[in-house]
């Protein structure tokens, strides 16, 4: 006879709607878990290690900065690379680079020839291995689950590295007690090993985008162009520079509020921090349920507010039981804006540019993290601990003020999905891919009283071609003809010409198909695509340039 329990049909329903109910994100997320746990037990034991080799402060403090350096140096090329190539193999290796420089660490400290030089150069080495993992990782999340789960999945990844942020210290701090530190960065390393037996059971899929891949210089330059004109990829990215500038504050502070300001020794400090961890983890959890009750706009502000009280809190008080509640508001507030734009991202970014989406979020909070935590200890040194994290809780109000009219949404399925059928181009001999620039040019005949309305929604065009790939973009007005309007656009070559194409999403073909249907309808819109002449070349010119009267591009 079975006893049904309460927690059954509950834990049954939460499971049934999670997204770990599907095998491949369930493996997925438990060997992200790891991933991140043995990085955290890394840097913990890497940092302890540098202070029993030296005395020296700011050696210690190398130790940090050598392990998140590689994401402020490299980030944007970690972002192309996840784009260009095949996930999978990225991610496999990484997970090489990071076992190896493990296990290097581990054993050159087991055997004595352990060097400062050589700890902070391989700690360098597993950052960097961790920053070229992270977009490859976070963006795969989409290809596991459905697109109405990629919030909650999110949210469960925030989970998975802020209990790594919590139980990855004390796991390694007990290891090194126990056996020695080098036995704790040979667990760190082992920590690696399921993500490989997890992704190399994964099918190589083809590219977001067929054709010509993008060079990773082209990659970067797409990518930052792509977010410089996506509205919606804009206001995430000044939100999260926004926050984290003035979060940075109680981040760098944290020891130093626990041993001056409450008077706490190491396992106060550790019940401080576990603190945020916990309500890091409440935060996350809540995310989900959240984001269906609520705009995004509306848990990024509210989450930021809750800030500002955590660090009023904190700030205002002595008492280790006051500042323990303040540190995990502090938490739920953490999570509930970074992880909450984090899922905005995911949702509003394409396919083809969504690890470089992904690796521009890590670079804003990592670079306000470094930034501000140098300003916020120098305004400390200057007072104390109270009036900087008062100071900090007055930028974050003026922050929201300023940015009122920024606002952050969750993309739509129509913002990822890209046009399925393409006309022909009519063209007899195709260019080569470097071949270019290539001009674009659209006429339009409008009659007076649609002028306004034409003006109005080409305008909303610019957009979509810049961030598809046209490096200038330009409408003209016919002196000699009233009513013919000139769309230019250039592309820097016919390849990505190719690649602006296939990027156009149903979002981008509906606002240029508001423009179309305000033409004359007696008189069809002419399209010309021109190939540039490079006029020092003696050999014989090939007609490309075509001119074709079309209703589509």
């Known amino acids: 006879m079975s006893v049904a329990t309460p927690l059954a049909p509950s834990s049954a329903s939460f499971f049934g709607s999670s997204p770990l109910r599907h095998p491949r994100f369930r493996y997925f997320y438990i060997a992200s878990i790891m991933v991140a746990l043995g990085y955290t037990m890394q840097v913990t034991t890497a940092a302890w290690q540098m202070a029993t080799m030296t005395p020296s402060p700011l050696m210690v ?7 998140t350096a590689p994401t402020l ?27 190896a420089a493990t296990a290097a660490l581990g054993a050159t400290t087991l055997s004595g020839h352990l060097s400062p030089a050589g700890l902070l150069a391989l700690t360098f080495l597993i950052g960097a291995g961790f920053t070229f993992y992270m977009p490859a990782q976070q963006a795969s999340i989409n290809d596991l689950v459905t697109r109405s789960e990629v919030p909650q999945a ?16 004390a796991l390694a701090g007990a290891i090194a007690a126990w056996f020695s530190p080098g036995s704790a960065l040979l667990a760190s390393a082992a920590c690696f090993l399921m993500m490989l037996v997890v992704v190399r059971r994964w099918k190589l899929q083809s590219p977001a985008l067929p054709g010509v891949p993008e060079t990773l210089f082209s990659g970067i330059s797409s990518g930052v162009r792509f977010v410089r004109h996506s509205a919606t990829m804009r206001a995430i990215i000044i939100r999260n520079l926004s926050f984290s500038a003035s979060a940075s504050a109680l981040w760098a502070l944290l020891p130093v509020i626990a041993r001056d300001q409450l008077q706490l020794g190491a396992g106060g400090y550790g019940i401080l921090f576990g603190s945020f961890g916990t309500g890091a983890v409440v935060g996350a959890l809540s995310i989900p349920k959240l984001l269906r009750k609520n705009s995004l706009q509306k848990i990024v502000v509210g989450s930021a507010l809750l800030w500002v009280i955590a660090s009023s809190i904190i700030a205002a008080t002595n008492h280790v039981g006051v500042a323990v509640v303040g540190a995990c508001m502090a938490g739920a507030s953490w999570v509930g804006v970074l992880a909450s734009l984090s899922a905005g991202t995911q949702s509003a970014a394409p396919a083809w540019v969504r690890a470089r989406a ?5 670079l804003a909070v990592q670079a306000s993290l470094a930034i501000g935590s140098v300003v916020w200890g120098i305004v400390a040194s200057w007072t104390d601990t109270k009036v900087a994290l008062i100071a900090s809780a007055i930028a974050m109000l003026a922050m929201l003020f300023v940015n009122r009219n920024v606002r952050v949404r969750l993309g739509r399925e129509a913002d990822v999905t890209h046009e399925a059928h393409l006309p022909d181009l009519g063209i007899k001999v195709e260019p080569l891919p470097d071949d270019g620039p290539v001009l674009i040019q659209i006429e339009y005949r409008i009659d007076a009283a649609n002028r306004p309305a034409f003006l109005a929604g080409i305008r909303k065009v610019e957009p979509t071609r810049r961030r598809n790939g046209a490096s200038s973009w330009r409408v003209f007005r016919d002196l000699s003809e009233d009513g013919r309007f000139v769309e230019r656009y250039i592309i820097d070559s016919w390849a990505e010409y190719v690649r602006l194409r296939r990027r156009m999403t149903m979002t981008d073909r509906q606002i240029q198909e508001q423009v179309m249907q305000l033409q004359r309808a007696d008189m069809p819109i002419r399209v ?15 007609p490309l340039d075509t001119s074709q009267v079309v209703q589509r591009l």
């Open 358 to 362: 992904v690796a521009m979020n890590l």
């Open 154 to 169: 999110v949210a469960l990844g925030a989970v998975a590295f802020n209990m790594a942020r919590a139980v990855g210290p």
């Open 73 to 99: 140096l490299v980030g944007l090329v970690a972002g192309a690379l996840a784009d260009i190539i095949e996930r999978r193999r990225i991610i496999l290796v990484t997970q090489f680079v990071l076992i």
């Open 61 to 67: 403090a190398l130790v940090q900065s050598a392990s």
């Open 528 to 542: 010309s695509r021109l190939l540039g002449v490079d006029l020092d070349e003696a050999s014989l010119i090939v």
